[in-house]
Nanobody, 124 residues
Framework: QVQLVESGGGLVQAGGSLRLSCAAS????????VGWFRQTPGKEREFVAA??????YYADSVKGRFTISRDNAKNTVYLQMNSLKPEDTAVYHC???????????????????WGQGTQVTVSS
């Protein structure tokens, strides 16, 4: 069993930056696929970024602005968010998939473990 805890959210002006962290406990998740998703009220959860054994993947809306990375020694995955826009406002969740070779890194239903989320608000 893996427990995930996100942190690093907050209020930032448009054009600013935030770094979200997703810390895992319970066991090492260095081999897991880890994804970030976001959700706003009344909308479906949206894929943001994922990191797998084969590389990193991003939604078109964040490509070039967001970077996902992992520190296996700290059992933590990060999401560096630069050039933030008001439309990036959402609750951001990290998720982990123990099926390391899954190619459906964009599919929320592939992930078994979820954090509680952290709020990101970008003001204009």
């Amino acid at each position: 069993q893996v427990q995930l805890v996100e942190s690093g959210g907050g209020l930032v002006q448009a054009g600013g930056s935030l770094r979200l962290s997703c810390a895992a406990s319970g066991r090492s998740f260095s081999s897991y696929v880890v994804g970030w998703f976001r959700q706003t009220p009344g909308k479906e959860r949206e894929f943001v970024a994922a990191i797998t054994w084969s590389g990193t993947y991003y939604a078109d809306s964040v490509k070039g602005r967001f970077t996902i990375s992992r520190d296996n020694a700290k059992n933590t995955v990060y999401l560096q968010m630069n050039s933030l826009k008001p439309e990036d406002t959402a609750v951001y969740h990290c998720a982990a998939n123990s099926r390391s070779y899954s190619s459906r890194w964009f599919d929320e239903f592939e992930y078994q473990y979820w954090g509680q989320g952290t709020q990101v608000t970008v003001s204009s």
